[in-house]
């Protein structure tokens, strides 16, 4: 037990002392734009934790006196054509979009790094036949598939998420295959052939470990197009249906208000745009650290 | 060849400093060196890695940047280099002083053939001012390939000048069509374009192999004393020192530790630091002996330092070398000087000290096993790995139409080789780069499989590494060239270690003190376990790859160039760390490298390859003694002496010959020198003169 507690310890220590020595962090602090991104996604994560608990109104309670009301400090977003508190159900929609994004990339994510590790490692037919299927996927736009998908699957928000996972493996799978065929021929992975080390093994221990900072980087750069698609399919009525406070819906909904309340579109409209925006700098900011090709510069920008 | 008066220096540096600012703090990189070549020298800037070698020759030609020149003034042919305006520098970088960098395969850009690049050079020494970007374009109306027809007939004559082969043929090839020594030459080539007064070569023959480095710096050699080109020559190799240069600068950690002629340099040397590099050099000790050492490491070049920077690993230091302000000594005579506090290092010595007497004792160990194995085959054990007529050949064949016409090559990496590891014994495998080497060994552990012959290990014919069993797979241990890619950097020390033992199914506390036996036995400390391989030095990462390949206590151990990519005090350190393993364990080695003093130093057995077949095998003395092979011969000739006075011979003229397309008879016939009409008809058989097993027909009884 206590054996046990010591390897915890001073392995967090080694963590701690190399997270806090590591040059990749600082060279990630070093770009004031990776650090806008990282506020806006921290910002966005913790609307959506504490969403419910700050947000003034019901997101679903309809007002019909106070219909259309522009900002004031009751409603600081003002109300929609329902009289519900705009700003409330942008909150209740960051903990839906983030939820749907982080769902879907990490489907996406896994489903792609194994099939790309295997097509990697294994090589040969299986190479082959996964790679096709990666092809295949790729030659239909994205999104149209998936709004095909979730069109044959009936609209709703579970729906969407399938749709858009199914559609995302391939870039995974093809970024993946790509690392693993050539860190696989470094002399490390040689090394652990000719010691017995199981293939399974060398694939999840000394393959992936190496490989998974490129697929964090498009991870990241995923969440936002992921956001993106959720709000488009709502947006057709695809996805969320109303009453539910989805940035897509509401946005689908506020179109119609735009001359007299241009508040109800543009505020989840905003949303939308900010956080696609943070991402990409986010997942920029961690391509430069991530990036073992890429040497970590502790200059400023210029 | 003689050391002309002070004033006349072409290249003068005075007290310079360079540093890099991290965010760290500044590193000092440059810490107050002051040098100077004269008109027609050959000067060579000798160190260890991390010394700010390759910083001072920057900052000579204005390429210190990021760094920054913080201090000194360096002159170049009466110039200002540090106050010059970029106007001002790239003329002086064209009609002044060039530069050849180590690596020839970054320094060519890959999508212009050579020609262009030397051409391209000729124009913008000729043309200094007007360089416009259509010019160089070739788009039709501005410019065409026609006008530059001119510099590119120069451009032969100075790829012949530089000895490439061929140059008619040659002026079109691109960089990646052309061999390393090749394309270096080709490096050497733009530098000599604009005919400089100094050129600073950088490594240049580092990366190249013995025979190929002996032909460049003859080359070198001869534009030195045709042209009276000076050279700045930086290198670690004291034995390229001694083979051309005339004085020797010796750097350590940014500041200049000796200076002097080679000749007093190499036979009495002053500064504690050039006396421990020197001995740290296989060729100065006895074969079995074991090689003296530098403890420690150079010191990290930041924060602020006093007193002599090598102190610390000084065993002659005082407390004033360490606190004081340490002088440079004139030795007077044009012998040199020497920035040392230890009075005593300035006195003459007759001879030179024994064998850094701390560790000079020698090892029984490795002696012995040194002249059994050497004193005639033991034949009574069965080898422990048995290579009968393995050959592996690839085939070139691009597609499917190719291969039905049956037009495919194939390219013959190992033909036909026989060979035989005894245990404890040490079998060295030589030879040029693309021989075959490593791909011989890859037979060996399993990675490839051969196309014919059988590889046996206790007697048993085994498979490629997966058909393998785990104690066939136990019986060998590899390391490989690079410590750092053979090393998974996501690993600490103690899990990659534990990795071999973990496959066979040690638990976790047996494989943590075996770990721990383990670092031991390479000269690791315990808190090295938790450490991660970029958080080591290049000597310590090989130290972990050996202790990972002794983990299941093989009987055999594969070193693929294991100490060609360090320092020679951290070689020498390595060297000395297998042979107490092999005493210790009774490992054999099957010992890769081109690096024939090593080899000398540490093999019982050679083996030596030419384009994949094998030359010579025999016992070490006796081939490094009384070659029988010519080849072997001029591999041995081309090896730079550290004999000042003793010119190397004649060098292996020639390229080699493509593995696609051999010689027929005997491959070597085109380069040998004693080479007979039979030898084009017939390829000789491998014949047992004495103790040594030869291909050649001509090689005497």
Known sequence: ?302 | MTEQPQDSALLSVENLHTRFRTSEGPVHAVEGVSMTVDEGEIVGLVGESGCGKSVTARSIVGLQDPGEVVRGSIHLDGMAVTDATDRQLRRLRGDTVSMVFQDPTETLNPVFDVGEQIAESLKVHDQLDSQSLLEYLHVPPFSSRSEWHEYRERAIELMAQVGIANPEDRVDAYPHELSGGQRQRAGIAIALASDPDLLIADEPTTALDVTTQAQLLERLRRHNAERGTAILLITHDLGVVADICDRVVVMYAGEVMETGPTERILEDPRHPYTKALLDCLPQRVDRGDRLATIEGSVPEPTGDRTGCPFAPRCDQATAACRDGEISTVDLGDGRGTVTCGESSTLEAHAARSGMAASDGAPEPGSATSGSAPGGGPDRSTPPLVELEGVSRRYSLANGPIERLLGTDDTLRAVDDVDLEIRAGETLALVGESGCGKSTLASLLTGLEAPTTGTVRIDGTPVGTAADRDADTLADIGVVFQDPRSSLNPRLTVEQAIGEPLRSSGWDRSRRRDRVRELLERVGLADRHATSYPHELSGGQVQRVAIARAIALEPSLVVLDEPVSALDASVQSRLLNVLADLQADLDLAYLFISHDLTVVEHIADRVAVMYLGELMEVGPADRVFDCPTHPYTRALLEAIPSLDPGGSTGTSLEGDRPSPVDPPSGCVFRNRCPMAEPKCAETDPDQRQLGPVRAKCHIAPD
């Open chain 1, 1 to 302: 037990m206590i054996s046990a507690l010591d390897i915890i310890v001073t392995g967090l220590r080694r963590r701690y002392r190399s997270i806090r020595t590591s040059r990749a962090l600082a060279a990630f602090f070093a770009n004031p734009l990776n650090v806008a991104g990282l506020a806006i996604v921290a910002t966005l994560s913790i609307a959506a934790v504490l969403g419910p608990a700050v947000a003034p109104f019901d997101p679903a309670s309809q007002d019909l006196a106070n219909r259309l009301q522009p900002p004031t400090l009751a409603h600081p977003m003002g109300t929609d054509q329902l009289g519900r508190d705009v700003f409330s159900r942008l909150l209740y929609g960051a903990r839906l979009s983030v939820g749907i994004a982080v769902a879907v990339t990490a489907i996406r994510l896994v489903l792609g790094t194994a099939i790309g590790l295997l097509a990697g490692y294994a090589g040969g037919w299986i190479d082959e036949f996964l790679m096709r299927l990666v092809d295949i996927q790729l030659a239909f736009p994205g999104l149209v598939l998936a709004l095909v998908v979730a069109g044959i699957l009936g609209p709703s928000l579970r729906n969407v998420m399938l749709a858009l996972a199914v559609v995302g493996w391939a870039s995974y799978a093809r970024l993946v295959r790509g690392s693993v065929l050539s860190t696989k021929e470094r002399e490390f992975v040689e090394a652990a052939r000719l010691m017995g080390v199981s293939r399974v093994r060398i694939a999840v221990r000394h393959l992936l470990p190496n490989v998974v900072g490129p697929v964090i980087v498009l991870a990241t750069m995923n969440l936002g197009t992921v956001i993106l698609g959720t709000a488009g399919l709502s947006f057709i009525g695809l996805g969320a249906q109303p009453p539910t406070p989805e940035w897509g819906t509401m946005l689908s909904a506020g179109r119609h208000h735009l001359r007299g309340a241009w508040w109800i579109a543009n505020a989840p409209g905003a949303a939308i745009m900010l956080t696609v925006f943070g991402f990409n700098l986010l997942g920029d900011g961690l391509r430069d650290v991530l990036d073992p090709n890429h040497d970590t510069t502790l200059e400023k920008p210029t």
